[in-house]
């Protein structure tokens, strides 16, 4: 009966999960905004995305003790490269042009351009913060054509407090 069976299929060492992503919107839905920022959101489903396809350790170094070693041979850097290159796509792929420009460097790591975008959403979490809860108090449901989207106005205001620190 073995006989019968087709020999195992071998997967090229050059072959990684992240290479099969086409479209990283269908896994990324939120568009990060500097307007709207939904920075916890967009971060949380990206890393899960990372995980997921085993490039979490382009964005953020693994614990003490858990490093993988530098890429050895011409093989592994290039899959690395191609690897980092194709995180970075995903990165800038998910969003909005203005952040786009403000970040975007020759020949960055995903790892630097994920840093670059935690450090604009982290450095400007208090002045973030105060504008919003100023628009969140002033909100009137007499501007709003009917209740759903009054409270849904002042969800959307909420989780941006919660992201930058300071929840309702």
Request: hydrophobic share 35%; charged share 20%; glycine share 2%.
């Amino acid at each position: 009966m073995s006989d019968d069976l087709p020999p195992p299929v071998k997967q090229s060492p050059s072959f990684h999960p992240a290479l099969t992503v086409l479209n990283i919107n269908n896994h990324v839905s939120v568009v990060l905004e500097m307007e709207n920022s939904q920075y916890g959101t967009w971060a949380e489903l990206f890393k899960i995305h990372a995980r997921s396809h085993k490039v979490l350790h382009h964005i953020i170094p693994p614990p003490p003790g858990k490093e993988k070693p530098p890429p050895s041979t011409d093989e592994e850097l290039e899959l690395w490269t191609t690897i980092d290159a194709t995180v970075l796509q995903w990165i800038y792929s998910t969003i909005s042009n203005d952040l786009l420009n403000t970040i975007i460097e020759p020949d960055a790591t995903a790892m630097e351009a994920w840093d670059c975008l935690r450090e604009i959403f982290q450095d400007h979490q208090n002045s973030r913060a105060v504008i919003l809860e100023q628009e969140f108090t002033t909100t009137r449901m007499e501007d709003f054509p009917n209740a759903s989207t009054y409270c849904q106005h002042l969800k959307n205001l909420a989780d941006q407090l919660k992201n930058v620190g300071a929840p309702v």
